[in-house]
């Protein structure tokens, strides 16, 4: 698996935690394909706009930051 770090906005993802590259927000994608826009996006704080991958798929079953 390769980790990739700083992936945009709406990208095409697998399940896994991603934090925000610009204000560290963790967000834990169960089921969606494309990965949202931070909930703190703001474009001032948040110039990369882009997410860095935490865990991706089948490294880690468990979830300390459910979704919603
Ligand atoms: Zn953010």
């Keep these: 698996m390769v980790q990739k770090s700083c992936v945009p906005y709406g990208s095409d993802v697998s ?4 934090k925000c590259a ?5 967000y834990s994608n ?3 394909t494309s990965l949202p ?3 703190n996006f703001k474009k001032e704080t948040h110039p990369k706009k ?3 991958i935490l865990t991706g798929q ?3 079953s468990k979830d300390p930051y ?3």
């Design 15 to 18: 399940s896994g935690t991603y």
């Design 58 to 60: 089948g490294d880690d």
């Design 50 to 52: 882009c997410w860095d």
């Design 22 to 26: 610009d204000c560290g927000h963790e």
């Design 66 to 68: 459910p979704e919603d």
């Design 30 to 32: 169960q089921s969606k």
């Design 37 to 39: 826009p931070c909930p």
